[in-house]
Antibody, heavy 119, light 107 residues
Framework: EVKLVESGGGLVQPGRSLKLSCAASGFSFNDYWMGWVRQAPGKGLEWIGE????????NYTPSLKDKFTISRDNAQNTLYLQMSKLGSEDTAIYYC????????????WGQGVMVTVSS | DIRMTQSPASLSASLGETVNIECLAS??????LAWYQQKPGKSPQLLIY???SLQNGVPSRFSGSGSGTQYSLKINSLQSEDVATYFC?????????FGAGTKLELK
């Protein structure tokens, strides 16, 4: 069974950094693109970015490229999202998602982790 | 960025009815389109990819169609468990973008 479990969320002060993790199991992690999507409270989905199997290609939505860094550790079957210079606009549920062998849609999603940016 | 315009924003339908949700891309996305279902308090689930391919395990009452800039999701014989918000996503161009969502309720 494919499982994606996010962790590392919580309350963080404006301007600070936070790193999210996504533990993957039930599939061959290093065979798949992986990505992050977020959803502000009561709002729609926002694509953050995705990373390929060997981390040689990482794509971001331009407005977040200077603040967020996606990485992965294939030995640990873990995906990461490093977030810096956080503002209230970054308050959202952050979802880890599995892509396919090519970049594109996401076929499995984690349960999401809440990040609240507030003083 | 490619803009994905979904319509309607909300929809009320009766059990057994057929429902159509539309997604219009601001440019040709060559069928690189997915549909997701998100139930309240849950994470999104993939329904359709490549505009018309049904994801494994998704009931056959769901279908997708379209090409170029116009796409649609059809739900035949609406069931109570279909109450959810539906999102389209294009993955033809970076950054990938989602539609704003269609909230489907029972009449």
């Amino acid at each position: 069974e494919v499982k994606l479990v996010e962790s590392g969320g919580g309350l963080v002060q404006p301007g600070r950094s936070l790193k999210l993790s996504c533990a993957a199991s039930g599939f061959s992690f290093n065979d798949y693109w992986m990505g992050w999507v977020r959803q502000a409270p009561g709002k729609g989905l926002e694509w953050i970015g995705e990373i390929n199997q060997d981390s040689s290609t990482i794509n971001y939505t331009p407005s977040l490229k200077d603040k967020f860094t996606i990485s992965r550790d294939n030995a640990q079957n873990t995906l990461y999202l490093q977030m810096s210079k956080l503002g209230s606009e970054d308050t959202a549920i952050y979802y880890c998602a599995r892509g396919s062998r090519d970049p594109g849609y996401f076929d499995y999603w984690g349960q999401g982790v809440m990040v609240t940016v507030s003083s | 960025d490619i803009r994905m315009t979904q319509s309607p924003a909300s929809l009320s339908a009766s059990l057994g009815e057929t429902v159509n949700i539309e997604c219009l891309a601001s440019e040709d996305i060559y069928s690189d389109l997915a549909w997701y279902q998100q139930k309240p308090g849950k994470s999104p689930q993939l329904l359709i990819y490549n505009a018309n391919s049904l994801q494994n395990g998704v009931p056959s009452r769901f279908s997708g169609s379209g090409s170029g800039t116009q796409y649609s999701l059809k739900i035949n014989s609406l069931q109570s468990e279909d109450v959810a918000t539906y999102f389209c996503q294009q993955y033809n161009n970076y950054p990938n973008t989602f539609g704003a969502g269609t909230k489907l309720e029972l009449k």
